[in-house]
């Protein structure tokens, strides 16, 4: 018997990503957000939710592209600090010394000491209700060669990327492997 | 110095949930899902990404509503199972052992079995390209007592839930708390 929690954001797990953006003036600016998932295979996009408060929105809405910046678990501080402030009146590359870097791709920056990262272009915008919904298609993915595992993409255990948990709202590591998809099930019936 | 992987769905965390719905005839069925995420918090909504060709995107399609069931650590098996066969010529509640519920508020069922599970009432859906995003508004999450922690909401650590490695096609466990959100980042600057 299950009990009933009302309608609440409450699943598991959840990513941390630092969305990269560029504001009218060019400044480039950082923010966290926990919202947002894969959402189509061919052409590869993500979807990212912001609150239209957000100097984020703006800079989405005006420049029609993003990045998504995966940190690693060395890097946890840093990203729950881009969720704390506002690129509106702080410059938090300063603040972190970390480095926003022009993509060639597209019209946004990305974090140079972060491992994985999506250069993305806005295809189409949703407004839910709090937040707005982005999809991005993911025009590269780039990663650091100390990420990379033996066929040469960037791999979990390398990555170290946080989950995000909703319920207590805190930072977790990836765990161990448990087994591969599509193949631990065969042969259940 | 990044380098490049051309345009993929390599990201990190993704998650690993088991999508619940009817059939026209009353049928339930699941199937496995990595390409989803929380989309909104005013309305709570949840966005999941399904080819056209599966049985679910028919039925999510007729019935506007569906499922979201979070496995634990213990349904491996089962969940990459989900994923490897059809609705359309396959009962996967006997060959799993399973039990599909019918939901008070939606027309979708959930696993019994699974400790987390979001009851999704579709407000939105857009096509993509391979895959078609749909929007569901969360009108109930329930969790198992077995799985709530001290302030009586289900927590990561007993819920135990799987992450997706893209890379690798790989299941992963939650490992070890890093530390509070909107809470580690402060007095960075």
Redesign the interface.
């Known amino acids: ?15 941390v ?1 630092i969305v990269g953006t560029y504001d009218k003036d060019g400044k480039p600016n950082v923010m966290t957000i ?14 990212i ?1 912001l609150r239209k408060a957000t100097y984020s929105y703006g800079n989405i809405t005006e420049r029609k592209a993003f990045t ?1 910046n ?1 940190p690693s ?1 060395a890097h ?9 402030v506002s690129g509106r009146d ?1 410059d938090k590359f ?3 010394g970390l480095t926003p870097i022009r993509s060639d791709l597209v019209d946004a920056p990305y974090l140079n000491e972060f491992p ?3 250069e993305c272009r806005v ?2 915008s ?1 407004e ?4 707005t ?1 982005f ?1 991005g ?9 100390s990420v ?2 033996e066929k040469g ?4 255990e390398k ?1 170290k ?26 042969g ?2």
């Open positions: 018997m299950k009990k009933s929690f009302g309608p609440k954001t409450l699943v598991y797990p959840t990513p990503w926990a919202w947002g998932g894969i959402c189509c295979s061919v052409p590869p996009c993500v979807a939710s998504v995966v678990e946890a501080r840093e990203a729950d600090y881009f969720g704390l702080t300063s603040a972190t994985l990262i999506l295809i189409h949703y839910i209700g709090s937040h919904q999809i298609e993911i025009v590269d993915v780039k990663a650091e060669e990379l595992g993409l960037p791999v979990i990555v990327p946080l989950v995000f948990s909703a319920g207590r709202r805190a930072y977790y590591k990836v765990g161990d492997y448990i087994g591969d998809a599509f193949s631990i099930g065969k259940m019936q």
